[in-house]
């Protein structure tokens, strides 16, 4: 099994190639994924504690993001922008996909974090409040902390699909991780070799995630706390 | 004006191009769902119920392919894979079956997820009454956990849907592949892809609308999914 | 401030939610060393009347008076002041969920009071200790039973040294056994001379130890006077025909 592996091809060749290709990865993966989360905060709890007219205006954007394929979001945001009358805004490849991983990231963390912050009930604040605290108080030492620990296992699960979904970026000619392989594809012609080595990066870049998140969530666990409450 | 008229008939003469593209989405949807669930079922029983190897075997392939981007599989078994075996089944086969073989990887979470959601009493009730344990999976385990599966497996359905977007990467001839055809000879970019856009919304939304129903249908009075969206608590909106 | 003016006087007060009127033209005035219980048919507004004293719900007319001195509602700060005076029980318990024990009585004395974590952490234990929870300080609720959750809730309430104290059905959510322990540790409360209002369904306990009994149907209260004449064999009250209807329930449950 281990001699049909072309050790030295996938060192000199694959391997080099690849790196540079996950470089470009993970400056759209680490970006979308901070600012994303910070837009997602922002949206959720506009969503919930927001003025009506913000609450249906996030509602709406979140539900159209969501509802349409982040293919045809990055397709819009580089071959499309260039379209609109006066603006003619042209994206480099690099920016659009970031845009696009942002903007999609943001939706869906708004979604977990909203569903955290509706879960807290009612009793929670009310004791707050007649202890004496002041809306500011309740929030940071009430609301939040239970919010996030809510939030986490969506929110985590979220990044993993960024990681996966940032090969996309390879659609709008950014190349990345995935686009490395294909252009290295068409210059070897060895595409199982080359395809099964940056799944294995993929792989190692998920299951590192997944780690970093369980001991997150492990750390910040609370005995009895986000089990069987409604 | 001009323009926006301009951009306007050109969507519209391009539609009845586009809906063939909407069509093998939607065959390649039904048919990677199919898939996914005849593959899922029996990984989720086994990831449950087999002996310990069988179960680790299980889940390097659900680590598998629920680590590695859709994209890439893509290009993995069409390019490389399916050629190795030599597996000649066209761009949408191909499509359909990577799409399949993910999503047996998601499907068979999903059913796990409410196997073991199901009190254990249920389990020993079968046996207790002579039922094998093949008989006990059939008859009681499975009827229950599938009804709960239904909502998780409607959002299951509108993510493959949007995944299949990425197969235009490979040509095959669906909705997005269509759209960017048009689009590239009219540079009528961003209409074309609004309407794109707007046919898989719509599709997500017939395809939730059917699945509703039937959860409707198959609805068993005092055994529902749990409900996960927190909604019903509700307690922040009345505010501090 | 005012030496002849009562601790507590609640003025008027009306509520209605949804259009429905839950609370009609409610008084009540506590005086150091009060004990008031409220009674009632469920839905008679106990819990919303309780809510509106510390102003957790706003009611639409009447005034709040501490000290003799109104309550301006449109205040923050006199919000804050107010509901630090005005301690309260809940008949769910309400502790943080993601806090310990100690941590939850502590939480206010920090943030309200400003005191230092050292100092609210001793202050905390010593409030547990009261309460005979001394060493369950280092969990969370969810390990607690009901009866340590609700002793909890009081030690955190008792630690802001309110005036008075609220409670809601303090017992009304724990099962029968644990009932006792909440019980003895208002009754030290009450023997200590703590003014307290009291919505409760343990006639037992109304019975010997309120100053006052308040019976309360449909947002209005219909009875009030002392347990000894309200209560007394032969009186023909409201009050009394709903005891007796309560305490047949109890003892058909407990016999089932």
Redesign the interface.
Known sequence: MLECIDFAFLADRVIPALNRGLDVSLRLIIPAALIGGALGVFTGVTR??GPRWARRLADAAVA?IR???????L??LY???????YLRIDLEPFTAALAGFIFCTGAYQSEYVR?????????????????????L???T???V??AV?RALPGCGNEVIYLI?????A??ITCIEL?GR??TL?SQTYR??EV??T??LY??AM??LATWLLNWLERKLA????G?N?? | MD?FLHSLTTVFNALPYIAQGAFVTIVMVAGALSLGFLLGLPLAVAQVYAPRPVRMLVGLYV??F????????L??FY???F??IGLDLGMIGSSCAVLGLASAAYQSQIFRGSIQSLPSGQFKAGRALGMTDMQCIRSVVLPQALRISIPAWSNEY?IL??????C??LGTPEI?ART?FV?SRT?????L??A??CI??LI??AGITLLRRLERRVRIPGCAAP?M???????????? | MNASSPLLQVRGVSKTLGGRAILHDVSITVDPGDLKVLIGPSGAGKSTFL?CI?R?IAPDEGEILLNGMPIDGSS?AEL?????EV??I?Q?F?????LTAEANVA??LR??RGLSSDNAGKRARKELERVGLASRAG?????LSGGQKQRV?IA??LA?EPKVLLLDEPTSALDPELVGEVLAVIRDLAAGGMPMIMATHQMDFARSLATEILFMEQGRIIEQGSPADLLATGANTRTRDFCSRLIASESGKAGA
Not at chain 1, 79 to 85: I, R
Not at chain 3, 94 to 98: Q, W
């Open positions: 919930v504690f159209v509802g349409v394929p982040l293919t045809v979001q397709m819009i071959f499309g922008l260039p379209n609109v009358p569903g955290a912050l509706l879960s807290i009930r009612q009793g929670q604040i009310r004791a707050g409040q007649a202890l004496g605290m002041t809306k108080q309740i929030i030492s009430i609301v902390p239970q620990r996966k979904y940032s090969s996309l390879y659609i995935t392989a294909k594809i595409p199982t395809y099964l940056a799944a993929y792989l998920v299951t609370i005995p009895g706390f089990k409450n409604t | 323009a680590w598998f629920r680590g590695v981007p859709v994209l890439l599989l290009f993995l390019f490389g894979l050629n190795v509108s849907l949007k995944d299949s977007a990425m235009f990467a997005m960017h689009a540079y009528e970019y961003l209409p892809y609004i794109a856009g898989y919304f997500t939304l409900d969206t927190g909604d019903s608590a509700g307690g922040m909106q009345t505010g501090i | 809510q510390n957790l923050t804050c002041r107010l509901r630090q301690g309260m809940f769910d309400n502790l943080f969920d993601h939480l206010a943030k309200v969990l969370y609720p969810a390990q809730a955190r309430a802001m």
